[in-house]
């Protein structure tokens, strides 16, 4: 099964609080961890995902450097506008290491994720990949 946060099952990213042409934003749902999202060095930080269709999700996998603390919100309409929060969590320092934590959606309905970066171990933090079960 694709995973439906994948570009090529036709997610997109429809906000993001930052862009550098070397690090875009799309960088984080092209599946690969080797490419990146780069902040600009300010908090907080966001991005939102919008899938092709409503999807269940029972969790996302979060592969990111530096991030401290991430709030994770959804939306189930056709337009990116009235979020409801799902969980927030504190990620710990991995020094040198990509961080990679699975956060539990308990199957909630998405047809956009809003990611908000809070906080980081630096200036600027990085998100490589964002993968969901579903």
Do not use: C
Not at 30 to 40: A, C, I, Q, V
Not at 102 to 114: C, F, Q, Y
Request: hydrophobic share 35%.
């Amino acid at each position: 099964m694709i995973d439906p946060v994948l570009k090529s099952a036709g997610a997109k990213i429809v906000v993001a609080s930052s862009h550098d042409e070397n690090y875009p934003p799309e960088n984080i749902i092209d599946g690969n961890t080797k490419t990146f999202w780069m902040t600009t060095g300010m908090f907080p930080q966001e991005f939102i995902i919008r899938f092709a269709n409503s999807t269940n999700l029972s969790a996302v996998t979060v592969d990111s450097y530096n991030v401290r603390n991430i709030k994770i919100e959804v939306n189930d309409s056709e337009t990116a506008k009235k979020f409801e929060p799902v969980i927030e969590k504190e990620f710990p320092p991995t020094q040198g290491h990509l961080q990679s934590h699975v956060i539990s959606l308990n199957g909630t309905n998405a047809t956009h994720l809003r990611f908000i970066i809070k906080s980081g171990y630096d200036h600027f933090v990085s998100v490589h990949k964002i993968s969901v079960q579903t």
